[in-house]
Nanobody, 130 residues
């Protein structure tokens, strides 16, 4: 069974930093991506970043480019999201997710579309105070 466990997050002042972790287990896909999504109260869940297993390519939503960095540690089966210069509008529940057959699927769809991701973690709260 695919399992994704997020950790990190919490309360931080605007301008501060947090690092989220996503520990993945229970799958042996040859081609996949792990993405980060977020959902603020009353708003839709949207993709913010992902990393591909095939070539290590990374993707970022415009709202976080230059501030967030996604990385992976294959030995630990863990993906990280380093979040710097946090803003109040970054406040949301953050989820990690797995997209099987990612490299082929994104040829006809955007890398951060929710429909590409089949397995989801439980989410972790990030709150940025002004």
């Amino acid at each position: 069974e695919v399992q994704l466990v997020e950790s990190g997050g919490g309360l931080v002042q605007a301008g501060g930093s947090l690092r989220l972790s996503c520990a993945a287990s229970g799958f042996t896909f040859d081609d996949y991506a792990i993405g980060w999504f977020r959902q603020a109260p009353g708003k839709e869940r949207s993709g913010i970043s992902c990393i591909s297993s095939s070539d290590g390519s990374t993707y970022y939503a415009d709202s976080v480019k230059g501030r967030f960095t996604i990385s992976s540690d294959d030995a630990k089966n863990t993906v990280y999201l380093q979040m710097n210069n946090l803003k109040p509008e970054d406040t949301a529940v953050y989820y990690c997710a797995v997209s099987p057959s990612f490299s082929s699927r994104i040829r006809v769809a955007g890398a951060l579309l929710r429909a590409l991701y089949d397995f989801w973690g439980q989410g972790t709260q990030v709150t940025v105070s002004s």
